[in-house]
């Protein structure tokens, strides 16, 4: 199994070795403003890919795993902006 990051460490050594979130969050930033996408925020791919998968029909407690949610009702209301009830 491949266990490298998709963010490699800054030196780019050891590929095993991630990022902290806040050198991510300034790269993810320097790229959406470069791109001239001053909407976007590094969490905005969260939102986006949540948003993919729940339409692509994977189940809601599924998504919530990979987000790491205890609760998909959170997951539900955070990321698709309804609750459970679909409202």
Same mark, same amino acid.
């Given at each position: 199994?491949? &266990?490298?990051? +998709?963010? $490699?460490?800054? !030196? %780019?050594? &050891?590929?095993?070795? #991630?990022?902290?979130?806040? !050198? =991510? !969050?300034?790269? +993810?930033? =320097? *790229?959406? /403003?470069?791109? !001239?996408? /001053?909407? $976007?925020? @590094? ?5 986006? *890919? ?8 994977? @189940?809601? *407690?599924?998504?919530? &795993?990979?987000? +790491?949610? $205890? /609760?998909?009702?959170?997951? $539900?209301? +955070?990321?698709? %902006?309804? /609750?459970? #009830? %679909?409202?």
């Amino acid at each position: 199994m491949d &266990d490298r990051f +998709v963010v $490699a460490a800054p !030196n %780019g050594a &050891d590929s095993r070795q #991630k990022w902290e979130q806040s !050198n =991510s !969050n300034a790269a +993810v930033r =320097s *790229v959406l /403003d470069g791109a !001239n996408m /001053d909407w $976007a925020v @590094p969490h905005s791919f969260r939102r986006i *890919v949540t948003s993919m998968l729940h339409e692509a029909g994977i @189940p809601l *407690v599924r998504i919530a &795993d990979q987000l +790491v949610h $205890a /609760d998909p009702s959170m997951t $539900a209301r +955070v990321y698709l %902006g309804r /609750d459970l #009830k %679909g409202e």
